[in-house]
């Protein structure tokens, strides 16, 4: 069907979700003599923009009767159709389920898909409606008879929680939970490339026709994590010769086969491609799909590699033989973005049992908006020793921007050497610790030279970053 007016400007529809929320939850629930029952529990979600407004990420935690749930929910804006595209993936599983597609009229979004439920294909619809001020209302129904009715199994409240309010506390992902859902085994395989990027693209100008033709552009990406490193979402800008290019990849570590799958999606068309699906092995990573090129099908692949922790690389190739030759088509270099000539450090002592509360609001509400500003936050940490103590390093491009509590001034007229070394885990520190202190040139040549610039005994804290902490190299 061709349509004969252009769609509606959509771009900002999903702005009034944006920020923390409080929810409420109702979900219906089969039980194991298979009737049904509603099952309710609360929650918070964070959402916060992508890009340039045409997409968004939903974060959610909550406690429900089955156990803590963990979700992210990708909220992608097709400009050509005027239409959205919602897609959701929980911890537990590490799947990113199919795309509910559809748009906002006179204040109501509608979406659908149509996929599986219990073994038998369904409609799947997602309502959203503003309620009121700071409120929202979500729900989720399916209907197994073309749509000529609707059962709801699914029914959110979202309340706002205001900036200057007490910060909603995050639900922990337990402990065993980490163990049975892979962790060390692959799940942390994109830890390298946390943080921020400077990024050089060499692409071929004609794939699969024989030409050798490459032009080159420059770039940025950012990357965060999330469930501990088991998902991220990079956002990268690249000002490619054949125009500006700016998109997503949304990753997420499957806890069943021990892989990972690449969601893309460019701004400029504002849907998924097909995911690429692969492991680490050896600090090499492989990905692999089909995808259309040119209008016919061909086999694709992706390779990242880390060379130590301010390189890395990235390659696609083409296959049209079955995987037997590939032909690079586009290669990114990543530099880590240098940070910063200032760096400031800040440590807080919180009330006790109540360190993970600030952690939670700081990670939500903090990072994006500091950095919205100018600076950049660095790391966060937990102390390991001193459990009400919180540490954080930000960064600025010179000392009149890093002034920005006039009242809490920086302290001047001290001399302070502060150093930062990283270790893979605790037991690794102790080593190493153990290892230094038994060096007779340790104790008898370089630790009594240091004691004589000293003017008061060394200070020494073990920190472990928090959740969406960056690596610092």
């Not at 197994?144 to 059962?151: F, I, K, L, N, T």
């Not at 200057?164 to 992902?173: M, Y």
């Not at 960064?395 to 302290?411: I, K």
């Amino acid at each position: 069907m061709t349509r004969t007016t252009p769609p509606r400007d959509g771009t900002h529809d999903f702005d009034f979700l944006h920020g923390t929320w409080r929810r409420h939850d109702r979900r219906l629930h089969r039980t194991p003599s298979g009737s049904k029952e509603w099952q309710e529990f609360s929650g918070v979600s964070v959402v916060r923009p992508l890009g340039d407004g045409q997409g968004n990420l939903e974060e959610y935690q909550a406690d429900s009767p089955d156990g803590p749930l963990h979700a992210v929910s990708l909220h992608l804006y097709n400009p050509r159709s005027g239409q959205w595209s919602l897609s959701w993936a929980d911890r537990r599983q590490g799947i990113l389920g199919p795309p509910a597609t559809g748009e906002f009229r006179d204040g109501r979004g509608e979406f659908f898909s149509f996929e599986e439920d219990e073994g038998r294909m369904a409609y799947l619809r997602l309502t959203w409606n503003r309620v009121g001020p700071g409120e929202v209302g979500f729900e989720q129904a399916r209907s197994r008879d073309g749509g000529r009715s609707w059962e709801a199994d699914w029914v959110m409240r979202f309340t706002r929680v205001p900036a200057g309010d007490p910060q909603p506390s995050a639900v922990p992902w337990p402990a065993p939970l980490a163990l049975q859902d892979g962790s060390g085994e692959g799940a942390h395989g994109f830890d390298f490339l946390h943080g921020r990027w400077r990024v050089r693209s060499r692409r071929l100008r004609h794939p699969l026709t024989g030409s050798r033709e490459w032009y080159e552009f420059e770039g940025t990406s950012i990357e965060r994590p999330f469930w501990d490193g088991q998902g991220n979402l990079e956002e990268y800008e690249g000002d490619s010769p054949e125009g500006r290019i700016r998109g997503l990849a949304l990753r997420l570590f499957e806890p069943r086969s021990k892989q990972w799958s690449i969601h893309w999606s460019s701004s400029a068309l504002g849907t998924r491609d097909r995911a690429m699906v692969g492991e680490f092995e050896n600090g090499r990573g492989e990905f692999y799909n089909q995808d259309l090129f040119d209008g016919r099908e061909v086999l694709v692949r992706f390779l990242w590699t880390s060379a130590g922790a301010n390189a890395a690389r990235w390659e696609q190739a083409f296959s049209v033989d079955g995987g037997r030759t590939w032909e690079p088509n586009w290669i990114m270099g990543f530099t880590r973005a240098t940070c910063c000539p200032v760096v400031e450090l800040r440590q807080y002592t919180l009330h006790p049992g109540q360190r993970d509360s600030p952690i939670a609001l700081f990670d939500r509400e903090f990072v994006e908006t500091q950095e919205a500003t100018g600076m950049q936050v660095i790391a966060q940490f937990r102390d390991l020793d001193r459990p009400d103590v919180f540490t954080w390093l930000r960064g600025f491009p010179d000392m009149t921007s890093a002034n920005t509590f006039p009242r809490l001034p920086v302290r001047e007229g001290e001399h302070a050497f502060v150093w930062l070394a990283r270790f893979a885990d605790a037991p690794s520190h102790a080593s190493w610790k153990a290892r230094l202190e038994s060096s007779r040139a340790w104790r008898e040549r370089v630790g009594p030279l240091l004691d004589r610039y000293l003017q008061s005994p060394p200070e020494i804290w073990r920190l472990t970053p928090t959740a969406r902490s960056r690596s610092l190299g």
